[in-house]
């Protein structure tokens, strides 16, 4: 089943300036750390979003919306809010997109490689 | 976290994500700060009670609790606390509720570390300059009960007025001015200024409805020379003179939607970028705006942007019109008369009884400048010790206009009304300049657009004019 985000864009959408920003907030210790709960975060809310009442559901979303936002992941943050501001209950669909939206992200900072094209 | 310095200002910091707590902490401590991280509502309040500390940095949304819940509680042990609300974008409005409900500032992901540590350092900075709590008697400070400058009156409606700008002046909420022409939406920003932590930095103002549309953007942000025809040098721009201060957008709702777009991004990063630079510059500025319009109007009607209301719009301060603020217009009259008297060299000590009758009764349009109008008009062509009902004009007494031919040896009439050249004896031009607009903006009920349909000039003309007289006034 596949889910149109009425006006979440190219929920792809990832500034890496942004998140080197945000990793540069001190030394390399500290970087590594923070990918790693980064990561630790965005594999709980990928459960989190596709598990569990609607309540849950959209609690994730808002979690997801502003980490994903902060760290430079522009088009999932707008996807998350999208998928938060719903009327009840939270879509299936919805849920499902962001999960895979988190899917990808984590994909691209575990990748040694640059920005993938999606 | 363990605090390295014990002198170091202690922040609480309240937000659930690990890795979101993790940075905003780090950041803070690479600055200077001790930071205690917690994830719950429980948590939050259990470290509040046991560090108390200065400011708190909390998250709108708790897994057990909401940021508004914690943020009563927390106020209610320790009303001096500054909490600044972190929230999504998105949820504009739930901040704007905390606001109202005590918090200092809000934040609104994402948001880079200059932008947190900026809130934070203000927040502290405040802390020294917040007034003393109540006493548990909740017995008013007497010295709240006084206007503050240069306000004058005590109605219920203005006391009103008075105990919110002392609430909203010690944090950086924006500030949002409504109210009729004449009502004082200026000395209302120039009050909220002078009450808080920025007193001692700039206060710019800026007349949104008198300057032309396409000069606005560079009076706000500034330009470079050569950027457009006519800019033979760099201009630095109000925001960025206000930088350490207050920034007074007067007719805010003047702005055309291009501008507004650029001052949403300047609300939102904090920067400016003049008219021909690349490069943004940072600037710490307090916003603080007014329209006499109805501003969801201008929203409705599609003129103003939604996004932005709501971006200003946060803590709201309506005006009440003169005729709603009781005895207050015979206190001003009172003050004002006294004032005028010693600058024209007149014996005027006070107003009649009858005066004072007529001017309660009054509606006053052009509210609190329409007074001032009437004052300058009386004590220019008249003296006396009191302000007598003759001495006023004739459309405020209710007569019609004197005859236009005078009895030989009569003397000469106060009144513009009549012969314009009678009564005009032995002032300076530029004063029978000012009685003559004066009296066609009291005519237009204090309206300077019509007035200058009558006068036959533009409205920019008479802001300016009235801009310098104003100056002119308050520097005696």
């Given at each position: 089943m596949s889910y149109t985000p009425s006006d979440a864009?190219?929920?792809?959408?990832?500034?890496?300036?942004?998140?080197?920003?945000?990793?540069?907030?001190?030394?390399?210790?500290?970087?590594?750390?923070?990918?790693?709960?980064?990561?630790?975060?965005?594999?709980?809310?990928r459960r989190e979003i596709g598990a569990g009442s609607s309540?849950?559901?959209?609690?994730?979303?808002?979690?997801?919306?502003?980490?994903?936002?902060?760290?430079?992941?522009?088009?999932?943050?707008?996807?998350?809010?999208?998928i938060e501001a719903e009327a009840e209950p939270v879509s299936e669909a919805g849920s499902l997109a962001v999960a895979q939206g988190i899917e990808r992200l984590i994909a691209r900072l575990t990748s040694k490689a640059g920005p993938a094209d999606e | 976290m363990t605090?390295?310095?014990?002198?170091?200002?202690?922040?609480?910091?309240?937000?659930?994500?690990?890795?979101?707590?993790?940075?905003?902490?780090?950041?803070?401590?690479?600055?200077?700060?001790?930071?205690?991280?917690?994830?719950?509502?429980?948590?939050?309040?259990?470290?509040?009670?046991?560090?108390?500390?200065?400011?708190?940095?909390?998250?709108?949304?708790?897994?057990?609790?909401t940021g508004l819940e914690v943020m009563r509680e927390m106020l209610a042990l320790r009303p001096r606390t500054c909490v600044i609300v972190i929230t999504a974008n998105g949820s504009i409005n739930k901040a704007v509720e905390m606001m109202r409900a005590g918090a200092y500032e809000f934040l609104v992901k994402p948001f880079d570390d200059q932008r947190l540590l900026a809130a934070v350092r203000n927040a502290l900075a405040a802390r020294h300059h917040r007034p003393a709590p109540r006493s548990s008697a909740g017995a008013a400070d007497p010295a709240e009960a006084d206007p503050p400058a240069p306000f004058i009156g005590n109605s219920p409606a203005m006391r009103a007025v008075y105990a919110k700008i002392r609430s909203v002046a010690r944090s950086m909420a924006t500030v949002f001015i409504t109210g009729e022409s004449g009502t004082g939406k200026e000395l209302c920003a120039e009050a909220v200024h002078a009450a808080s932590p920025r007193a001692h930095g700039p206060f710019i103002a800026l007349n949104c409805g008198a300057i032309p549309a396409d000069l606005l953007e560079s009076e706000v942000f500034g330009h470079l020379r050569g950027s457009f025809t006519g800019a033979i040098s760099d201009k630095p721009g109000a925001a960025a003179a206000a930088d350490g201060g207050t920034l007074f957008l007067d007719e805010v709702c003047e702005m055309d939607l291009n501008l507004q777009?650029?001052?949403?991004?300047?609300?939102?990063?904090?920067?400016?970028?003049?008219?021909?630079?690349?490069?943004?510059?940072?600037?710490?500025?307090?916003?603080?705006?007014?329209?006499?319009?109805?501003?969801?109007?201008?929203?409705?009607?599609?003129?103003?942007?939604?996004?932005?209301?709501?971006?200003?719009?946060?803590?709201?301060?309506?005006?009440?019109?003169?005729r709603?603020?009781?005895?207050?217009?015979?206190?001003?009259?009172?003050?004002?008369?006294?004032?005028?008297?010693?600058?024209?060299?007149?014996?005027?000590?006070?107003?009649?009884?009858?005066?004072?009758?007529?001017?309660?009764?009054?509606?006053?349009?052009?509210?609190?400048?329409?007074?001032?109008?009437?004052?300058?008009?009386?004590?220019?062509?008249?003296?006396?010790?009191?302000?007598?009902?003759?001495?006023?004009?004739?459309?405020?007494?209710?007569a019609p206009p004197p005859a236009a031919a005078a009895e030989p040896g009569a003397p000469a009439g106060p009144s513009l009304n009549g012969d314009p050249l009678s009564g005009l004896a032995g002032l300076t031009l530029a004063?029978?300049?000012?009685?003559?607009?004066?009296?066609?903006?009291?005519?237009?009920?204090?309206?300077?657009?019509?007035?200058?349909?009558?006068?036959?000039?533009?409205?920019?003309?008479?802001?300016?004019?009235?801009?310098?007289?104003?100056?002119?006034?308050?520097?005696?």
């Open positions: 864009g190219d929920a792809s959408l990832f500034d890496p300036l942004t998140l080197d920003r945000v990793l540069s907030v001190g030394g390399q210790d500290l970087r590594e750390a923070l990918v790693t709960q980064i990561l630790a975060d965005l594999e709980r809310l309540d849950l559901r959209r609690r994730a979303a808002h979690e997801v919306k502003g980490l994903a936002a902060t760290i430079g992941a522009e088009g999932l943050a707008r996807l998350a809010g999208q | 605090p390295t310095d014990p002198n170091a200002e202690l922040i609480l910091l309240v937000e659930d994500t690990p890795s979101l707590r993790m940075m905003y902490g780090a950041s803070l401590s690479r600055n200077g700060l001790t930071v205690e991280a917690c994830g719950t509502a429980r948590e939050a309040l259990e470290a509040f009670q046991r560090l108390h500390p200065p400011v708190v940095l909390l998250d709108l949304t708790l897994p057990d609790g777009t650029k001052l949403l991004r300047f609300l939102q990063t904090s920067t400016v970028t003049p008219v021909g630079a690349t490069r943004p510059r940072k600037v710490d500025v307090r916003i603080v705006c007014a329209t006499n319009r109805n501003p969801l109007d201008e929203v409705r009607a599609g003129r103003f942007r939604e996004d932005l209301y709501y971006r200003l719009h946060v803590v709201p301060i309506h005006l009440p019109p003169l709603e603020r009781g005895d207050d217009v015979n206190l001003i009259a009172r003050r004002l008369l006294v004032e005028m008297a010693r600058e024209e060299d007149r014996r005027f000590t006070g107003i009649s009884d009858e005066v004072a009758a007529i001017f309660r009764s009054l509606p006053w349009p052009g509210n609190v400048r329409q007074v001032i109008n009437v004052l300058r008009n009386v004590v220019v062509l008249n003296d006396g010790d009191e302000v007598l009902p003759e001495m006023l004009p004739p459309d405020l007494r209710g004063q029978i300049e000012r009685l003559a607009i004066e009296a066609a903006i009291a005519r237009h009920g204090g309206s300077l657009p019509r007035a200058a349909v009558e006068l036959d000039v533009s409205p920019s003309t008479l802001y300016r004019k009235r801009d310098a007289w104003e100056k002119a006034d308050r520097e005696g």
